[in-house]
């Protein structure tokens, strides 16, 4: 549904929305998402703090 999500939104003209992902994604489909265009692909196990600042990165990197 990823890939899909992604070309909706090209298609609208909304290239920068911060596409992130979560939750149980085996290991083997994070490369796959991140090639589709997925900023950010969080585990179960992320540390949620961890997961905010690096959002809040991706965030500031599409502001400059």
Known sequence: LVPMLIQELKKLG???VIIVVGGVIPRQDHDFL??????????????VQSAARRILQRIQELGN
Do not use: I, K
């Open 14 to 16: 909304a290239e920068d």
């Open 34 to 47: 991140l090639q589709a265009g997925v900023h950010e692909v969080f585990g179960t196990a992320t540390n």
